[in-house]
Each structure stands twice: as structure tokens, then as C-alpha cells.
């Protein structure tokens, strides 16, 4: 059953641990984009005003700890310093913010107990601990003993099965202590859950899968497959598919491997899977300014590269998206951080703003959304995820998640 923090009583000098995904772009403390902290603003904000001694826990980037010399994994940790993320919360925030360099022991323990009602303790990364990707048991039970409440507000990090996602609120719901999920987890897991359940007044249902790989996306499409009315394919692994039904691709990115499986997916979508029917084209993909870009209709010649969908593809696109009443949306159409070879990415942005208020449309997280943030579609969007892997693993798995299974 779901439990919202609005259910969660007298929190009043209660201590709150929520795990939120503070996992933003940042380089040597300078942090590039701060949706991720602002999208937590509503629970943090929401705790706070009630009088919770709230504690925040989140990764930061990745520590590789198969690295065998320490001092490597220092340089690691350094580069994924949580204290910039605290400086930047205290300025979104009107309450008191403090960070603790810990993550375990006498100094955390102090820091958690020295917190006053109201106030918010940001930890430093999670990932500074060698048992938190492995749901060390160790270490959800000492997490699990700084806290009164525990809450995920952490979409992005749900499909992780972690000490702070998963063993925390295990650990805690068997001592008979109340967990809930944040407005973020409750509004992603709703909208996513759309996606999967498909009522018959969201369809046509066409999803939208675009970038690198087909071996990354096997589950999602298959998932797909079952769901929607259309599946537009673009992006690199278009071309795979192009290959499995026979036509020339030159030289753009191909999986050999999964030649066969793309072959089975057409087979069975009966018609249901659009492929570009024109491509932009390069002789290179370094952005040279002796390389040649021009548009290519059905096979491309050796030597080129398929980098976006065509003029026509777009239209193709552009046409099946209007009849929708639902969309799904993951993966660019092409090379979209080259300005040359945005086109198609952007023709997907368009038809989601014409169809804006007649249609449900998701964006689900990744280069997608990054894309539709730099290119200024954001708001036309019913939703744009801030999780791309959660997203997808949530179409994947008919809308389970290990840290949403806990909870509800
Ligand atoms: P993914 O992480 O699988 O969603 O892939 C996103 C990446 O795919 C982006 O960095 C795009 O530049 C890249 N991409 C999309 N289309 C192409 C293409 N036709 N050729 C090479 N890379 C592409």
C-alpha cells in the first residue's frame, strides 16, 4: 500500500531520513544543472515545515572500488565531494542546512543527534561506502539506526537494490517504523505507471525509442512490444534494425549480435515498428569542416554514417505522433549534442508540443530530457522523468521497482 508523507503523523522533533537522488552534474564542486535537488524541494520543504530533524542521504557519481590503489579511490572520492551539494541546498532552502563529511560512525551519530527540530543534515555521499551498492547489512542497519521515519524520494536510485534504497526501509518497517515516499517518487511512480497500465482512453499508445544501443533496450522493447499501438525507432539503433531486414547501412553503428533479435521484434510487431525511411548522413563524425553531410534515402553508402533521421522520417514521425493519445519517449533520434545532426530529436520535441493538452506525453529520463531541457520543450511535456534507467526499468518490469516494492 502506498504511504505519502502527508500520512506520516507528528513529525514534530521527529528524525526523517530520506533518500533523495542528488546525483547532478557537477565538475570540482561546480554544479552544471540543479533539477535534481530541486525536485526534492517539495518533500524536503513539506518535512521541515512539520518540525522533522531531517537527514538526506544520496550517491554521488561512481566510486570504483575493484580499483586496488587506495590512493586512485581517494582521487575518486574527491571528485565526488558532497559538500557542494549542501552549499547549493542552503541556498534553495530558508531553513538551516549542515553536512557531514561521514558516512558512518561517532561523527555522523553526533551530527545526526546535534541536528535541531526543522533542520536538515545533508551526509556526504553514500557511495564513499564500499556496502552501499552491495545492501551491506551492516551498514543499513547502522543507517537505519539515525532514524525515526525513513522516506524514498529518490526515483532515480529506485531500481538499485542499495543499502539506503532498499536495506534501510526493510530494516526499518520490520522494527514497526513508518515509511513512505516523497511527492517526486509518488508523482514519478504514478505518471510511469501509465505508461504500463495503458487505459483503453490512453491509446493509440506510441512509444518513442531513440539512441546508441538495441542490446541496452531488449527488455524495454519487448515490454513495448506488448503495450503500444506504434514503436518509432531512431537514433543509432535504427540501423541495426535496417540491416536485419536487408538494406545497406555504410557504415553507421550496428549490433551483429542482435541482428537476429531485431529480425524476431519486426516479425512480431506486425507492422507496429517505424523505421526511418531517409537518414542524415557523414563521412565523419568528428565535426570536421572538410566533411561531407548530406541527406540519403534508403541504403547508405559505404563510407557514411546514419547520424539523425531524414526530412521524410520526420514527417513519418511527426504524423504517427499526432494520432496519439499517449507517448512514451526514450533515447535521441540522433547525434543530438552535434547542432547538425538535431533535426530529428527536435521534429519529436515539435509534434510533442502541438500535441500539448490532447494527448498524456512522458518523457522517460536519460539524453532524452536532457535533450528536451537544452532545447527549451520541458513544460510541454505531461512529465519528464528525472530517472532514465528507473524509467525504463520501470516499463521493463510492469512498474515494479526494488524500492518501491519495499515501501508499498
Ligand atoms: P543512449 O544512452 O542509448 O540513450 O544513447 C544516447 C547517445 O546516442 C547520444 O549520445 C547520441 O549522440 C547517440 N546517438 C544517437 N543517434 C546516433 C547515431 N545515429 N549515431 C551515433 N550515435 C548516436
Given at each position: ?13 521527529k ?8 546525483n ?23 518535512l ?27 582521487e575518486?572520492?574527491?571528485?565526488n565531494?558532497?559538500a ?36 536538515i ?8 561506502e ?6 551491506n547489512?551492516?551498514?543499513a ?76 533496450k ?13 514503436i ?24 551483429e549480435d ?5 529480425k524476431?521484434?519486426?516479425e512480431e ?31 547508405i ?6 547520424v ?10 511527426k504524423k ?11 533515447g ?9 545532426f ?25 539524453d ?41
Open positions: 500500500m502506498l504511504q505519502t508523507i502527508e500520512s506520516l503523523k507528528d513529525l514534530q522533533g528524525k526523517v531520513l530520506v533518500r533523495v537522488d542528488f547532478v552534474p557537477q565538475k570540482g564542486g561546480v554544479i552544471r544543472d540543479d533539477n535534481r535537488i530541486r525536485a526534492a524541494l517539495p518533500t524536503i520543504n513539506y521541515t515545515g512539520k518540525g522533522a530533524k531531517v537527514i538526506l542521504m544520496s550517491h554521488l557519481g561512481k566510486i570504483k572500488w575493484k580499483e586496488p590503489d587506495p590512493a586512485k579511490i581517494e575518486m572520492k574527491k571528485a565531494d558532497m557542494c551539494v549542501a552549499t547549493r541546498l542552503g541556498e534553495l532552502v530558508t531553513t538551516k542546512v549542515h553536512f557531514c563529511p561521514a558516512t558512518h560512525g561517532e561523527e555522523l551519530a553526533k551530527a545526526v543527534a546535534d541536528l535541531k527540530d526543522g533542520e543534515l545533508l551526509m556526504q555521499n553514500t557511495r564513499y564500499k556496502g552501499e551498492e552491495k545492501n547489512p551492516d551498514l542497519k547502522e543507517w537505519a539506526s539515525l532514524a525515526d521515519v525513513y522516506v524514498l524520494d529518490a526515483f532515480g536510485s529506485a531500481h538499485r537494490a542499495h543499502a539506503s534504497t532498499v536495506g534501510v526501509p526493510t530494516i526499518l518497517k520490520q522494527e514497526g517504523k513508518p515509511v513512505a515516499e516523497g511527492y517526486l517518487m509518488v508523482k514519478e511512480v504514478d505518471n510511469l505507471t501509465r505508461c504500463v497500465e495503458v487505459a483503453s482512453s490512453d491509446r493509440p499508445y506510441v512509444a518513442i525509442l531513440g539512441g546508441f544501443k538495441v542490446s541496452d531488449i527488455k524495454v522493447i519487448d515490454s513495448l512490444l506488448k503495450k503500444c499501438d506504434k518509432i525507432i531512431g537514433g543509432a539503433m535504427a540501423y541495426t534494425f535496417k540491416k536485419a531486414m536487408g538494406e545497406a547501412i555504410g557504415h553507421s553503428p550496428c549490433e542482435q541482428l537476429d533479435y531485431a524476431k521484434c519486426l510487431a506486425h507492422g507496429r515498428i517505424l523505421l526511418p525511411v531517409d537518414s542524415i548522413v557523414t563521412d565523419s563524425f568528428e565535426p570536421t569542416e572538410t566533411r561531407t553531410i548530406k541527406e540519403c534515402e534508403g541504403g553508402p559505404d563510407g557514411f554514417q546514419g539523425d533521421i531524414g526530412p521524410k522520417t520526420r514527417e513519418l514521425y504517427a505522433i499526432l494520432e496519439a493519445k499517449m507517448v512514451f519517449w526514450n535521441p533520434m540522433g547525434v543530438f549534442e552535434q547542432k547538425e538535431q533535426a530529428g530529436t527536435l521534429a519529436i520535441c515539435e509534434a510533442i508540443r502541438e500535441l500539448k493538452g490532447q494527448a498524456f506525453t512522458v518523457c522517460g529520463g536519460g532524452s530530457a536532457s535533450a528536451v531541457k537544452q532545447f527549451g520543450y520541458k513544460d510541454d511535456f505531461s512529465h519528464v522523468s528525472t530517472g532514465g534507467g528507473a524509467s525504463l526499468e520501470m516499463i521493463e518490469n510492469d512498474g515494479h521497482l526494488p524500492g518501491v516494492d519495499v515501501l508499498r
